[in-house]
Nanobody, 127 residues
Framework: QVQLVESGGGLVQAGGSLTVSCVASGRTFSTYAMAWFRQAPGKERQFVAVIRWSGSIDYKDSVKGRFTISRDNAKNTVYLQMNSLKPEDTAVYYC?????????????????????WGQGTQVTVSS
């Protein structure tokens, strides 16, 4: 079992920056792919970014160049640094984990492939 706890959400003005973090329990963190998803009010949850055990990274097109995902395996933590935030980035941000060996480049974007989820942290970007 893996438990995920997000933190770092908040209110920020458009153009500002925010970093959200996710701490995972368990001793096999490094073998998991870690991802961030987000869900805006009235919309489906969507993929934002993923970092594989190898360190390879993939982003949703609309956040490329603005968001950076990283992980610190020694701290069992994954981060999402968000710069140049826009009002449309407003959402609840969820951390998710999946056994890396069960994923492909394509499926690593699929919500259904992730076994463990955090409770979410709210990010609100004001215009």
């Amino acid at each position: 079992q893996v438990q995920l706890v997000e933190s770092g959400g908040g209110l920020v003005q458009a153009g500002g920056s925010l970093t959200v973090s996710c701490v995972a329990s368990g001793r096999t963190f490094s073998t998991y792919a870690m991802a961030w998803f987000r869900q805006a009010p009235g919309k489906e949850r969507q993929f934002v970014a993923v970092i594989r055990w190898s360190g390879s990274i993939d982003y949703k097109d609309s956040v490329k160049g603005r968001f950076t995902i990283s992980r610190d395996n020694a701290k069992n933590t994954v981060y999402l640094q968000m710069n140049s935030l826009k009002p449309e980035d407003t959402a609840v941000y969820y951390c998710a984990a999946a056994r890396d060996g069960a994923l492909t480049t394509v499926t690593s974007r699929r919500e259904s492939k992730y076994d463990y989820w955090g409770q979410g942290t709210q990010v609100t970007v004001s215009s």
